[in-house]
Nanobody, 114 residues
Framework: VQLQASGGGLVQAGGSLRLSCVAS????????MSWYRQAPGKQRELVAR???????DYGDSMKGRFTISRDNAKDTMYLQMNNLKPEDTAVYYC?????????WGPGTLVTVSS
């Protein structure tokens, strides 16, 4: 299984970005797909998660601004990020968990200027 994230870039505070994560390979028994982020000097943190049943969870600072979604037919996960803040600057990673494995993508950089 390979994960490829895209959609990162430079945006001004208050702007929006949409990240995509495409999963390829032999995928079965997906438990959940998630976005994590890691800012310089900080630990990796959960941004949002969507389970196979469609339940979503968000990090506290992302609630109301970010929306996670999935297109199962395309094996693609999205993260719509609105009202971006400078503190959202980080490398964003997509994550896929099956019943037995955890997979990570290489990340995409999001930079929010003030």
């Amino acid at each position: 299984v390979q994960l490829q994230a895209s959609g990162g870039g430079l945006v001004q505070a208050g702007g929006s970005l949409r990240l995509s994560c495409v999963a390829s390979g032999r995928i079965s028994n997906i438990n959940a797909m998630s976005w994590y982020r890691q800012a310089p000097g900080k630990q990796r943190e959960l941004v949002a998660r969507i389970t196979s049943g469609g339940r979503t969870d968000y990090g506290d600072s992302m609630k109301g601004r970010f929306t996670i979604s999935r297109d199962n037919a395309k094996d693609t996960m999205y993260l719509q990020m609105n009202n971006l803040k400078p503190e959202d600057t980080a490398v964003y990673y997509c994550n896929l968990i099956t019943f037995s494995q955890t997979y990570w993508g290489p990340g995409t950089l999001v930079t929010v200027s003030s």
